[in-house]
């Protein structure tokens, strides 16, 4: 290998699991799949911390929550600059120089949203910079794919893709149902993501994406993060290399530059046989470049999920006219 690529995992729900299960992020014997221990056992640079709450929840407690989440972010995760959270594509780049891993904040799921854009702009302002419309449910934006119907985007949700794209906000499609996937496409100004989602044809799970929405996906300059969650990968026990038949298949449908890394580790009940926790990470990159050697390998592991954080985030100068 050519010198370790840039690592980005873009779904985890580690601060979920340290909430529920009252577990310590930098502790080296807790059960988290990516501890701050096993964070650099994995080799990774970049890590987005999904904000995930249980339902059921009243909007405002969906709110409170997030907040809650947050807190537990700043003094845990970034406690003594363990790792450094991301506002611009600047920190990443400052973070990388420096030798320190990069840490960013995404909701799953606009729950806490009803017809006021307000308490989207706060959580921008305190850091968070992605956003899954839905979780499973329907809610005041869209319908997730746990969803007997399918109504696509509401026009409150319409009007947040648009808030989304002007504050400079990674717009994540995971767990949308497919008319809001479509409609987020059309209305979306800039690339998109699905951050944990695999490929439909080669397992028919209700989370996969089908070859229309990937290649729309692609069309769009966005990438989707194939997702570690065995039951999304195939008939069960499955390991790296049934893995691996969801990345061929996107790379088949011209998806070379559109294909990254979800893992949504500490939100799932049970893992690969051989992709357990963080610390099996290497093992993953060793297949990545045997199976598509160094370039791919790099545009999978990170490069094409940093191409979409340069394109979406806003530069150092313009944050603070963001909000
Ligand atoms: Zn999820």
Redesign the pocket.
């Known amino acids: 290998m050519t010198g370790k690529p840039f690592l980005i995992d873009a779904?985890a729900?580690i601060l979920y699991r340290m909430e529920t299960e009252h577990l310590q992020f930098g502790d080296a014997g807790s059960p988290l799949h990516l501890s701050y221990p096993k964070i650099l056992q994995a080799g990774i640079d970049l890590q987005f911390f999904?904000l995930?709450v249980d339902p059921p929840y009243t909007p405002q407690e969906h709110l409170a929550k997030l907040i809650c989440y947050i807190d537990t972010f700043r003094t845990q995760v970034c406690r003594e600059d363990r790792m450094l959270p991301v506002l611009t594509y600047a920190d990443i780049e400052r973070n990388r120089r420096a030798g320190k891993k990069s840490a960013l904040l995404s909701i799953?799921g606009g729950e806490f949203l009803t017809d006021d854009l307000r308490p989207l702009r706060v959580l921008y302002s305190l850091g968070v910079r992605a956003m899954?419309l839905t979780?499973?449910h329907k809610n005041a934006l869209a319908y997730g794919v746990g969803e007997p119907e399918d109504g696509g985007l509401t026009p409150f949700g319409r009007e947040v893709v648009r808030e989304m794209n002007r504050l400079g906000m990674l717009i994540d499609v995971?767990?949308l149902a497919p008319r809001g996937v479509q409609d987020v496409l059309e209305i979306t100004q800039a690339p998109i993501i699905a951050?944990?989602s695999n490929a439909k044809a080669v397992y028919a799970h209700r989370?996969n994406l089908d070859d229309e929405q990937i290649k729309a996906i692609i069309r769009n300059g966005g990438v989707i993060g194939v997702?570690f969650?065995p039951y999304f990968i195939g008939k069960e026990p499955v390991g790296i290399a049934d893995l691996l038949r969801h990345i061929d298949h996107i790379l088949a449908l011209g998806g070379e530059d559109h294909v990254g890394l979800g893992s949504?580790f500490d939100?799932i009940p049970r893992t690969m046989v051989d992709l357990r926790s963080g610390a099996d990470y290497p093992k993953l990159l060793a297949a990545l470049d045997k199976e598509y050697g160094p370039a791919i390998a790099a545009k999978l592991c990170g490069e094409n999920f940093l191409r979409v954080l340069k394109a979406v985030l806003k530069q150092e100068d313009q944050n603070e006219r963001a909000v």
């Open positions: 779904h729900d999904a995930y799953e899954g979780w499973n995971s767990h951050s944990h989370r997702t969650v949504d939100g």
